[in-house]
């Protein structure tokens, strides 16, 4: 479903190159869901955008369901991300002009998947069925995390890929969009990789790795 060949990226910084991926391999199974470990600046978010084709490596390629990003125009590759990706990142980008409704499907109208029966669907297991007409201002940031999740979710992707969902909430609200991540995830067979420091959020997912010093090590017991 999802394949990292031997990706490697390397910013320029004033003291010289900072090498943060050094060769990462690493597949995805269809519906695995994996947590991405290690300590800040270990480089997680890196490869997360890496994964999402949001950019590019200096060596390596990304295979998504056998496609490769690395052979794609970037008008090409938004439209793999849009018809095949869910991302939901630690700021929720909502639209503030859109409502509740119109955020959920956003992604799923411009992919032409809008699916009106799986988005009422998830606005009910979201808890935001009573609130499709508020706008994002008017949310608790529970709800506007559980809004972007479903955003994520509407055009029912093949890979959600995310970072830190769960940073800015409480540990009771943080557990709550957990379990429901979880939950939905297996309802649409989506897999998921997920960027956690919490040991906690990456305890129930099928597998955990360690990024450390740009390579990739399966987590100890
Ligand atoms: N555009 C950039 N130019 C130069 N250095 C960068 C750039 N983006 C990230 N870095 C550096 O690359 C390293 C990895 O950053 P990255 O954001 O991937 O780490 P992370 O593991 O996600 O960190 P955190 O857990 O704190 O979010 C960091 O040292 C960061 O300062």
């Known amino acids: 479903m999802l394949q990292l060949i031997n990706l490697t990226k390397t910013y320029p910084t004033p003291q010289g190159p900072l090498h943060v991926l050094d060769g990462i391999d690493l597949h995805l199974a269809p519906g695995e869901s994996l947590a991405l470990m290690g300590e ?8 997360l955008h890496l994964a999402a084709g949001l950019d590019t490596p200096d060596r390596g390629d990304v295979l998504l369901e056998g496609q490769s990003i690395a052979a794609l125009s970037e008008p090409r590759r938004a439209e793999l991300r849009r018809q095949r990706l869910g991302l939901v990142f630690q700021q929720f980008h909502l639209v503030p002009s859109l409502s509740v409704a119109d955020n959920l499907t956003l992604q799923a109208r411009l992919a032409g998947r809008e699916d009106v ?3 009422q669907h998830l606005l009910a297991r979201l808890g935001l069925a009573g609130l499709n007409d508020r706008y ?13 999740i479903g955003r ?26 957990l379990d429901l991540l979880r939950e939905l995830i297996e309802e649409s067979g989506c897999a998921l990789l997920l960027v956690t420091h919490s040991v906690r959020v990456a305890g129930p997912l099928d597998r955990c790795l360690h990024l450390q010093r740009g390579r990739l090590a399966e987590a100890g017991p």
């Open 117 to 119: 029966d799986w988005a």
């Open 40 to 47: 800040s600046g270990s480089g997680k978010s890196t490869l």
């Open 152 to 177: 994520a979710l509407a055009a029912r992707p093949r890979l959600l890929l995310a970072d830190e969902p769960t940073g800015n909430l409480d540990e009771a609200a943080a557990d709550q969009v």
């Open 136 to 148: 994002p201002e008017q949310l608790s940031g529970g709800q506007q995390q559980r809004l972007a």
